[in-house]
């Protein structure tokens, strides 16, 4: 992506959603943004039993990873290389039998909901429907669930939440 582009990125993105691959700066602009989005984190919490309570303690252990779920409509155009893309995502690079590197992170804008947040893709589920082209069978409309996770560089507070 060009300076230009990615200026032009910047104003977009308040009423334009899209997926940013970090390495390549490929990125996808979505059609329509999703109807729903579920922004899902929880923690996790050792159990500890102790014989003659009623009820047991709870050591803190970490949290768990913000997964971002959510759908896209794919509706007419390059439908399949769409879609691929999105499944591109999943993959490594290998040079000849060696990993070279893990699969890309990606930057996820929606307005100032999601201005730029650092994931990982988790899982692409693709739908293809009635629509198909009638020489090459090539879809024509999808619906993609995709589930993205959240990589952050150091621990989140409950302050930095809340603003």
């Not at 989005?37 to 047991?56: L, Q, R, Y």
């Amino acid at each position: 992506m060009s300076q230009p582009e990615a200026k032009k990125r910047t104003d977009l993105k308040k009423t334009t959603g899209c997926i940013v691959d970090v390495v390549t700066r490929e990125s996808l602009e979505f059609q329509y943004n999703p109807d729903e989005i579920t922004d899902e984190k929880s923690t996790d919490f050792a159990t500890i039993k102790v014989p003659g309570m009623s009820h047991p303690r709870y050591q803190y252990v970490s949290g768990e990873a913000r997964k971002i779920a959510f759908k896209l409509v794919l509706f007419k155009g390059p439908v399949k290389q769409k879609v691929a893309w999105l499944q591109s995502l999943l993959y490594p690079q290998h040079e000849k039998t060696m990993l070279k590197n893990a699969p890309h992170k990606v930057l996820f804008f929606l307005g100032d909901l999601y201005p730029g947040v650092t994931c990982i893709v988790r899982q692409v589920r693709s739908r293809y429907f009635h629509m198909f082209d009638r020489d090459s069978l090539l879809p024509q409309h999808a619906e993609v669930d995709l589930t993205l996770e959240e990589i952050v560089s150091k621990s989140v507070s409950y302050t930095e939440v809340r603003r």
